[in-house]
């Protein structure tokens, strides 16, 4: 019991866990973030395919197990009519205002770099 007596009590309220809001924006910059990647990706010609972990049930024996699959990964840009590249992004399902009046992020190709 020595071990118990030597140990200083204190009293301390614990923090809480991050606000609603920043847990919205970690989760809005992770998904920006994977939009960088497959641009870069597209860039070089290479591939990008992010995973995730999923619960899978075993039909015979009914054991769940947890399993990688590849994350279905859309671009958030297309191309538009006059040769530039238009971006729009999400924040859940409201449309942030880039600028006054504008939803919708157009740029040149030819002079974008991705990263």
Not at 68 to 79: D, G, N, Q, R, T
Not at 82 to 87: A, E, F, N, S, Y
Not at 93 to 102: A, D, L, M, N, S
Request: with cysteine; proline share 5%.
């Amino acid at each position: 019991m020595s071990g118990l007596s030597a140990l200083k009590l204190v009293q301390a309220k614990r923090q809480g866990g991050n606000s609603p809001q920043h847990a919205r924006r970690q989760k809005l910059s992770n998904k920006l973030h994977e939009q960088i990647q497959l641009a870069k990706a597209q860039q070089s010609g290479g591939e990008f395919a992010p995973t995730k972990v999923r619960t899978v049930r075993d039909e015979v024996t009914g054991e769940s197990r947890k399993v990688e699959v590849p994350k279905k990964l859309k671009p958030w840009w297309w191309p538009s009519d006059g040769g530039k590249l238009c971006i729009t992004v999400r924040y859940g399902v409201v449309f942030p205002q880039f600028g006054r009046h504008f939803f919708i992020a157009q740029f040149d190709v030819s002079q974008t770099q991705v990263g």
